[in-house]
């Protein structure tokens, strides 16, 4: 997608894979399988909301964009390494532990997952 955008929605796609500019407001992907998205300008905020297998792409610009997930998997965010054009990729926690901790709960990544 060329150029900046208000925002773009991804609903229900199987094998999808979309590269896009810039979007002002937000990018969201829902219900999807084997997602690739690679973002090339600036995105502020990334939804991955019920979707099994999502790689997205970042550029040097979009370092600064937020992702929120819930109900997903098979998550890895990508991010450009040096100058060459490779990428290093970083998978998105699936699972976490609730402690409680002074009576209130504290929650954290289960490290033995990712």
């Given amino acids: 997608i060329k150029g900046k955008v208000n925002s773009i929605l991804l609903d229900s796609c199987t094998k999808t894979a979309l590269v896009i500019e810039s979007v002002i407001a937000s990018f969201e992907i829902v219900n999807c399988k084997s997602m690739q ?8 905020i990334v939804s991955i909301d019920k979707t099994d ?23 890895n965010v990508l991010v450009p390494d040096g100058e060459d054009g490779d990428f290093t990729e970083h998978p998105v926690p699936e699972q976490y532990k609730t402690l409680i901790v002074n009576g209130r709960p504290v929650t954290t990544i289960n490290e033995m997952n990712l």
């Fill in 37 to 44: 998205v690679q973002i090339l300008g600036l995105v502020p």
């Fill in 53 to 75: 297998g999502c790689q997205v792409y970042l550029s040097k610009d979009s370092l600064g964009t937020t992702i929120v997930t819930a109900k997903s998997s098979e998550m």
